[in-house]
């Protein structure tokens, strides 16, 4: 079973920068994507970056430009590096994998708030 544990959230001010860190355990054998997400309360979540088996990468347009998402294969981890923040990324954010299916973490809060 797929497990994916969050990590790197917190209270920022605007303009300032967080690493957000997702491990994955569990199952994978095989080829698999990641990404990132998040959700603000009274918000759908949606879509913040996603990377393939080979890096590629595909951002929102929210934050394309302030965000760079990374993985390291041989840890099993992806990675988020967020610059630029503005309160507007304020959400809970989740950690997906997809391999035949959807994994998510439980989330990690970030605050961006002077």
């Known amino acids: 079973q797929v497990q994916l544990v969050e990590s790197g959230g917190g209270l920022v001010q605007p303009g300032g920068s967080l690493r957000l860190s997702c491990v994955a355990s569990?199952?994978?054998?095989?080829?698999?994507?990641m990404g990132w997400y998040r959700q603000a309360p009274g918000q759908q979540r949606e879509m913040v970056a996603r990377i393939g088996t080979s890096s590629n990468a595909v951002y929102s347009d929210s934050v394309k430009g302030r965000f760079t998402i990374s993985r390291d294969n041989d840890k099993n981890t992806v990675y988020l590096q967020m610059s630029s923040l503005r309160p507007t990324d304020t959400a809970l954010y989740y950690c997906?994998?997809?391999?035949?299916?959807?994994?998510w973490g439980q989330g990690t809060q970030v605050i961006v708030s002077s």
């Open positions: 997906n994998l997809f391999r035949f299916r959807d994994y």
């Open positions: 569990g199952g994978l054998d095989g080829p698999y994507s």
